[in-house]
């Protein structure tokens, strides 16, 4: 949620978003060596999923940027909940390609969730009559479709036997680099030169982005029996958080069918957990 916090910021401190984002995957990349100290020995088999990585590293900073816009356009409230609502792409990628089994309360939350959709995707009147806002449901349908990606590859990753930590550090790692050359190239063609606050901004981004993974990693850590409870926790948290700050703080306007749709998000988050834990 303070992810969300400091990309609505962003623009207010005209920083440059994909500077932001390069230098926050130097920073987590780092923070990953240092603090969880991965053994990178896997990655060296003629079976690592070097592909399944790449992929990541090209849409880990795509996302990124994705979100920032859906942020700007659509608010904390919808973006936060088009994000987590990602996970009915993976459900269903889970489904169809994974073979995974169905049962009726991942059914039912799918259906829920489908429905929040729509809901959240519904532009407040009041913002839809404001000149210049701009269309923000193409952005909330590419934070809906990003994150699920970036689901369904961790998940390509995983059955591969490559451990998590690993595979992020790596993915960290790579996108840093790709960023990078992206930022060099902007900067000697004079579109984006390199500023020291975008390096202050890319570091804070960077210590919350791996502060997300550290305390979901202890959590299940620490809970290894009740991965639903973790599950529903942080995305029923981030959606609730994400809405007062959103409404409260940033005054940002929500409709009716915005409201519901907020709360059939929390109600399909939870039944999935359930019928994730129930299996």
């Known amino acids: 949620m303070l992810v969300s916090v400091l990309l609505k910021l962003a623009p207010r401190r005209q920083l440059d978003m994909p500077q932001v984002v390069t230098w926050n995957y130097l920073v987590a990349s780092v923070l990953s060596l240092l603090l969880l100290n991965p053994s990178l020995a896997s990655l060296r088999s003629t079976h690592a999923p070097w592909l399944a990585l790449l992929g990541l590293a090209v849409t880990l900073p795509a996302i990124f940027?994705?979100?920032?816009?859906?942020?700007?356009?659509?608010?904390?409230?919808?973006?936060?909940?088009?994000?987590?609502?990602?996970?009915?792409?993976?459900?269903?990628?889970?489904?169809?390609?994974?073979?995974?089994?169905?049962?009726?309360?991942?059914?039912?939350?799918?259906?829920?969730?489908?429905l929040a959709i729509l809901g959240i995707s519904v532009r407040p009147r009041a913002l839809a009559t404001e000149a210049g806002g701009g269309r923000a449901?193409?952005?909330?349908?590419?934070?809906?479709?990003?994150?699920?990606?970036?689901?369904?590859?961790?998940?390509?990753?995983?059955?591969?036997?490559?451990?998590?930590?690993?595979?992020?550090?790596?993915?960290?790692?790579?996108?840093?680099?790709?960023?990078?050359?992206?930022?060099?190239?902007?900067?000697?063609?004079?579109?984006?030169?390199?500023?020291?606050?975008?390096?202050g901004a890319g570091a804070l981004l960077g210590l919350l982005n791996f502060g997300n993974i550290l305390f979901y990693v202890r959590a299940h850590q620490h809970l290894p029996d009740s991965p639903a409870v973790v599950f529903a926790g942080m995305n029923i948290g981030v959606v609730v958080l994400g809405a007062l700050v959103g409404i409260l703080a940033f005054g940002e306007r929500t409709s009716v069918w915005n409201r519901i749709g907020l709360g059939l998000a929390v109600v399909a988050i939870g039944l999935i957990a359930w019928g994730t834990w129930s299996v």
């Open 65 to 114: 940027l994705v979100m920032a816009r859906a942020v700007t356009r659509a608010g904390i409230v919808r973006s936060d909940v088009a994000q987590r609502l990602s996970l009915l792409l993976s459900l269903l990628a889970a489904f169809l390609v994974f073979g995974e089994t169905a049962n009726g309360w991942k059914l039912a939350g799918l259906a829920l969730g489908l």
């Open 137 to 199: 449901w193409p952005w909330l349908l590419g934070v809906w479709v990003g994150y699920a990606l970036v689901d369904i590859l961790l998940k390509q990753v995983a059955l591969s036997g490559t451990p998590s930590m690993a595979a992020l550090t790596v993915c960290f790692g790579l996108a840093f680099v790709l960023m990078l050359g992206l930022q060099l190239w902007r900067h000697a063609s004079g579109a984006a030169p390199l500023h020291w606050r975008n390096v």
